[in-house]
Nanobody
């Protein structure tokens, strides 16, 4: 599976952005699909995910009620709608996918085999 992330940019605090991650090479719908982010000097952290088994959604506490992950199986694409952006949301955002991970590890970067190249999100005051 090849993943291509897009949609990052510069936005003022309180604004919105929508990230997209297009997959090629496999049908995406049955994969676990996730977004992670990494701020300068920081570790890669979990943002949101969709279960490939039952479609359940998972969110980091820091983005719950502000971000929404969704998938369009017909377009083989997963999205991350980001609203009410904060300065601390500034990071490189990565999409990731895996076919067979254990649900309890859905928040762990090491559980994912496939990664996109990252897209920069910068939130300014």
């Amino acid at each position: 599976v090849q993943l291509q992330a897009s949609g990052g940019g510069l936005v003022t605090a309180g604004g919105s952005l929508r990230l997209s991650c297009a997959a090629s090479g496999r049908t995406f719908g049955r994969y676990f699909r996730a977004w992670f982010r990494q701020a300068p000097g920081g570790r890669r952290e979990f943002v949101a995910a969709i279960s490939g088994r039952d479609g359940r959604l998972y969110y980091a506490d820091s983005v719950k009620c502000r971000f929404t992950i969704s998938g369009d199986n017909a377009k083989n694409t997963v999205y991350l709608q980001m609203n009410s952006l904060k300065l601390e949301d500034t990071a490189v955002y990565y999409c990731a996918a895996d076919r067979t991970l254990i649900t309890s590890s859905i928040r762990s970067p090491s559980a994912y085999d496939y990664w996109g190249q990252g897209t920069q999100v910068t939130v300014s005051s």
